[in-house]
């Protein structure tokens, strides 16, 4: 149920759930599940459990859309968590993320995953305003040298160093219009002669293609010491949030 909302950062909507499910603060995954009704305005049913203990999704007209999403905070203490969403408005979920009001309901699902990045003396994280909250609980978790370097989408250099907080004093910050076209060569020229030793993107798919090629080519890192997820596709309907 949303509690309220708030913006961390132009781009970004922060929602502010209570959670009722008495097992969700159980888990240290950082990632969730968010459902709501394909059909806009139906009212949700929600996904049951089956005789084998798999869920089952309702189908049809009461057809879930289903993404996941980083959980920017969480406070056991008060049942809260804290998830930003990318006010892009051309998906589902950022649509709802926009126009949530307090007391407002969405399926949650999780939370799984962690942030598996190792600690390392020289590091590139890169990510457009979907994968920059993954980052921000990458730094408040692990420990990075001070060669680490970052990409990120923002509108400035203060606002982005503001929302990701300590850790990000080497950032360099792309517009939402260059950041598509410029992440690949400003990863690139921002580690100059410097191997990383962990790389990690989070973002638009043809981006994360790119990336990985870089990571893997360039950088010459191998598993573990590299990630490039896509977390969305231009053009694939209910892939954009």
Known sequence: VVKSTSQPMSGLVRVTLSVAENGFFESDGIHIRMMLPAVAGR???WPSIGANG?????????????????????RPE?????????????????NWAMNAEPGREIGVMGPIGTVD???????????DLTGLPTI?????????????????EAGTLGELQAYLGAGS?????????????KVEETVRDTMG??????AFFAGEFSNAQGLRKLFKGTFGL????QVSAPYWRHGLAGFEG
């Open 43 to 45: 009212d949700p049913v």
């Open 54 to 74: 798999a869920p089952v999704w309702p189908q049809g007209d009461d057809t879930l859309h289903a993404r996941y999403m980083t959980v920017r905070a969480s």
């Open 78 to 94: 008060v049942r809260e968590i804290d998830v930003d969403v990318a006010a892009h408005g051309d998906g589902l979920i950022s």
């Open 117 to 127: 990045i190792p600690q390392v003396e020289t590091a590139v994280l890169a990510a």
């Open 136 to 152: 921000a609980r990458a730094l408040e978790e692990r420990r990075f040298g001070e060669n680490t370097r970052i990409v990120g």
């Open 169 to 181: 004093s080497q950032a360099i910050h792309l517009s939402a219009e260059a950041f598509a076209g």
């Open 193 to 198: 002669d410097i191997t990383p030793d962990y």
């Open 222 to 225: 191998g598993k573990g010491q």
